[in-house]
């Protein structure tokens, strides 16, 4: 294959993985969208490979992350060539994995064959693990998300998590890939095994995902834990605050009365606990009294908990601040504060400086809050039952939501900030991610975000009721404690981890080979 076909098969798998995601993507896209590439490797070298993959990230990655630039220029103070270079720096980070992908596909097609291309939906497990852990992470539009709301395909969540659906998308492409005739193949063997050997992978996958969405479907159908549980009603607070407007001063007495009046709204209609965004009070919590007494006395009066973001100063003895959070604060019905949990993965560059001392001279560092990770997987009270909450874009690590679930979380709330993104594909993205973790673990999900997208996810992955973007929106419904569990509850990435490990035996065995 020449080289001009393979990079043109590569970009089309990147415009392919591109178009498999919110806003202007399908979900039906993303069954075939890794097809070209995997026709391209078998061919190719180990050093093409592995550009190849690189070619096909950077326009997946492009296609899906363009919208850093902006938060980098907007409000991280930035030119916007320096935004353009920052971004463009992250893409070829995460494209960095789809090139280690192609190169070990690459490598295993070497000694074995177009048949290796059967492990490719591992490999391809695998590097999103690597997403996931590598450098802090940034497991942002993994394939799998690209089927949350084919709800019958999602359930697969519940067993393997987002990876598992990952790798069955994936196993589609690869069937594909297989059944594709290369022009100068051979008729040496009789053409009913030639047929057999083409068409049997690609029959498998399909074979797979028909059972997995007659599986899925059923149990969404059933939908046993929307029966079970102890119901409550939910308040969502979306403020709809300009991002631009949340540091001035003069509009800090606004955003709370706002707050506080959308907040009796949700009480009168019927909610039992409310939910306001991240870093929703225009003053810290705990050294405010005249703004958390008002907080205190709405949740006294209305006998509800009520769940904000807000951030928190901790002092040494001295009295002067020696840390800085991002927190969750949790009011019970009496007024009391119930708990607060403290943001423990941070955003990169947005919530702290990778690197600081050797980065103090940039312009960026400059315009990023120094905040410190929470070092607990806090829960927090609700009419008896304990509940957990992930802070912005926590929710994309399965795992962390996880270790909420395994602690006792009997329900999962997410708060964010989206007005950071602007009307771009990123709050879309966000949220549907966000709706996966309902599905992986049981839970009814609550999210409550400042500009959109606020809204309660059932545990299987049905949305009962949703916000647009840039409005000011009270929504009520009801939600459910539940203490059971899934079986990816209860075990964790296995399917996932198992690929890692299936991957590098096949890579040490393709070495062997070719020693020999």
Known sequence: MSSRLSFALASVSGVLLALSFPKFGHPAVAWIALAPLLVALPAATLTRGFFLGLTTGVIFFTGTLYWI????????????????????????????????????????????????????????????????YVMTGFPWVLLGYSQTIVLPIAQLASLF???????LVASVSAGLALSWRPPASTQSRAPETERFRRWAPLAVALVLVVAVAVWGSHRAAVAEWTHTGTPIRVGIIQGNVAQDEKTQITRAAGIFQDYLRMTRQAIREGAEFVVWPESSTPFRFEDDPLGALQIRTIAQQARVSILFGSDQFVRGANGVPTTFYNSAFMVRPDGTTGGVYRKMH???????????????????VQAVSDFSAGDEATLL??????????????????????????????MLTTITNDAWFGPTSAPYQHFEQAS????????????SANTGVSGIVDPYGRVLVRSGIFEPAVLVGEARFLSTSTFYARHGDILAFASVLVSAVLLVMAAVRRVK
Request: hydrophobic letters at 50%; one cysteine or more.
């Open 346 to 364: 941070l955003v990169p560059f947005g919530e702290f400086v990778p690197l600081k001392k050797m980065l103090f001279a940039a312009p960026l």
């Open 436 to 447: 996966m973790r309902a599905i992986e673990e049981g839970r009814y999900l609550v999210r």
């Open 381 to 410: 009270p609700v009419d008896g039952h304990l509940v957990s909450t992930a802070i912005c874009y926590e929710v994309v690590y399965p795992d962390l939501v996880r270790r909420f679930v395994i602690g006792g979380s009997e």
């Open 69 to 132: 630039t902006q938060v980098m220029v907007i409000y991280g103070d930035l030119a916007p060539w320096m935004g353009v270079g920052i971004n463009a720096l992250l893409i070829l980070y995460q494209s960095a994995f789809p090139a280690i992908f192609a190169l070990i596909v690459c490598r295993l097609a070497a000694s074995y064959g177009r048949p290796a291309l059967i492990a490719s939906p591992l490999v391809w497990g695998a590097t999103e693990i690597g997403r996931t």
């Open 161 to 167: 998590g987002v990876y598992g659906v990952s790798m």
